[in-house]
């Protein structure tokens, strides 16, 4: 945790920005898997973890707007729990380390917000993203569980957003920490991307890695020889020569910050000309945003730039054709580069996103794209110091996209699709760093994880 008047700041700079009214924050509960007691590892809400910093299920928290107070609802563990868990900090201890200044048993929420409610007292609430959740303020608030999320505060919401966006020294010391925890999992992947390796031995031991610092992963790894798939979460395949491995993975800390990098490599260490020839477009994407972000610069503009850049190497390779700067405005590279430039990230990987990315990656200044490619940008505005994002352009052969757009004749004035024939089975390439927006530009955190052709060879060479 970090220290109480850290988090009583944090509650007081939110009461602020709200009118009137309570805060009701509900921290998260266990959930079981496959029966009653057997949990998934418990995961508190990250909005909760930031105000009130306690990794402990089912507490409340309640700041009020009004009188300035706030609360804890939850219950001391007894011996029955005790045997099972160990002796766990009472809600008291947790006020001592929080400074939150009272606490409740549970049994006393019900009343207090029933009696807020019937002085007409306005309760603030973010969107729930667990179903357990919505339950719980139904029965709280008189309000369907299916309606709890058509009823939140967007006052709030924006708050949140506004407070948890700059991140605080604290919070970027520990992201840092991650960002070194994802490049040992990272070196460790391209050490083990060999000939006749399974995808799932790999996965295993970055995971395993992650563990080991004490925290899991940030998300579910993402590793494969079909990085084409961007998402893809299968992990069976036998690695083989000339392939590339796409490994998109990162750690989540003890404190529950998180880091996100992705890394591609060819598999048996040394790349093709042709592998060479789309890594190092996709490479320049990554680095020249890294050399043009900073405070005031629209995070759009970052991703037209990576797909200009992207859009003119394709050019250069005989994958497109025509006027770049028209290609892109129209969207024809999105055959290629089918998402966005990247995120924010903090405690969640995909930072807030629960709370809505229009909330978190949007304001008044600009408005998501419906084009192809561009609407999934999921951070658009302007860079403030303070801010911590990914930024992992990519390049994707996707045969299924490839067959519709090619069947539709789709922006044939700018894509050469005979060429692409001789890249069906290419896969895909990613690179991903986690950049901190600083004062007049930014810097990528953590120690330096390889990523120019040079570089990955060479480590792969020393495994
Ligand atoms: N790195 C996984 C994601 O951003 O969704």
Known sequence: MFSKEIYTARRKKLSEQISDGLILLPGNSDVPFNYPANIYSFRQDSSFLYFFGVKQPDITGIIDVDSGEDYMFGNDIGIDDIIWMGEQPTMKEFAGKNGVSQTYPTEKLDDFIKNALSQGRKIHFLPAYRAQTK????????IPAGEINGNVSEELIKAVVKLRSVKEPGEIEDIEKT????????????????????????????????????GPVSFPVILSVNGQILHNHHHENILKEGQLMVTDAGAESPMHYCSDITRTVPV?????????????IVLKANIEVIKNSKPGIFYKDMHLLSA?????????????????????????????????????MGLDVHDMEGLGENYVGYDETVKRSEQFGLAFLRMARKLEPGFVITVEPGIY?????????KKENKFSDFINYKKLEEYRDFGGIRIEDDILITENDCRVLGKPIPKTVEDIENLMRMR
């Open 397 to 405: 052969f996707i045969p299924a996209l490839i067959d519709i757009w």
């Open 135 to 142: 339950l719980q303020l139904e029965k709280l608030l008189g």
């Open 308 to 344: 200009k850049i992207i859009a003119q190497g394709l050019k250069d390779e005989g994958l497109m054709k025509g006027d770049v700067e028209e290609a892109v405005a129209n969207g024809a590279h999105a055959l290629f580069y089918p998402h966005g430039l990247g995120h924010m």
């Open 268 to 280: 048996g260490g040394k790349f093709s000309e042709k592998q060479k020839g789309i890594y190092e």
């Open 179 to 214: 960002v070194d925890v994802a490049y040992e999992m990272h070196t460790a992947s391209m050490k083990a991307a060999f000939p006749g390796i399974k995808e799932q031995e790999i996965y295993g031991k970055i995971e395993g890695i992650a563990l080991s610092h004490g």
